[in-house]
């Protein structure tokens, strides 16, 4: 075996290693194992679902492009203490794309206490578009946990002041009641330009507890 040999190995390795602290160091790295009641497997069954739904009815962010059900990957899923709240980071692959065919963005669902029907919407703060699914996943990862938290919409009259990895979360902005009048959850609904209220309901879809 030869020095070069042993130089080129060692560099390949070192490069592998730091390649590796990037992709375990970027925006999907935090643990959720254990953060479902129901399993965490068992939170990844709803939000695949719900993602079958909305391709299959073309709703929200799905409308436009043909994704691929069979690729739909499910990089992290966050319950509320209580499992009535989901906070989920998707990607799904679109057939046909001339570039970056790796689409992901952020899946909310909820469901009242006592209910086995969950209702799932796309929450489209930040979407992202990359040749590959882990920078995909890792750019709307980046900005949930990295940013969310101080940044606003609508000239930043309504503020998001809790990220996904912080307890309170779950009773903030996303998950209230009340916003503009609404019944919804804040999540639940959209900006009307006309009206400058949230008083657009989304167009959802249910998923039933088994």
């Known amino acids: 075996m030869t020095k070069n040999y042993l130089k080129k190995t060692m560099k390949y390795l070192t ?8 992709i375990n160091s970027a925006g999907c790295s935090q643990d959720t194992t254990d953060l479902c009641t129901h399993t965490k497997e068992y939170g990844e069954y709803l939000v695949v679902s719900a ?30 203490p209580d499992t009535t709240k989901i906070f989920s980071i998707i990607v799904v692959y679109e057939n046909n794309a001339e570039r970056n065919p790796y689409f992901s963005t952020c899946i909310l669902g909820s469901r009242e206490n006592g209910d086995t029907t969950w209702s799932f919407t796309p929450f489209n703060k930040i979407m992202a578009n990359f040749d590959d699914p882990i ?76």
């Open 51 to 80: 993602v079958e739904q909305l391709i299959d009815q073309k709703k929200m962010s799905f409308a436009t492009h043909d994704y691929d059900k069979n690729r739909i990957i499910i990089k992290q899923v966050l319950c509320s």
């Open 135 to 210: 920078s995909a996943a890792n750019e709307v990862c980046g900005y949930y946990y990295n940013y969310f938290k101080g940044d606003g919409i609508i000239a930043d009259r309504y503020k998001f002041e809790y990220s996904p990895l912080e307890k309170e979360f779950w009773n903030s902005l996303l998950f209230q009641k009340g916003i503009d009048g609404s019944s919804l959850y804040f999540y639940q609904t959209d900006f009307n330009v006309f009206t400058h209220k949230f008083d657009i309901v989304k167009p959802m879809v249910t998923c039933i507890m088994k």
């Open 15 to 22: 490069l592998l290693f730091i390649l590796i602290l990037i």
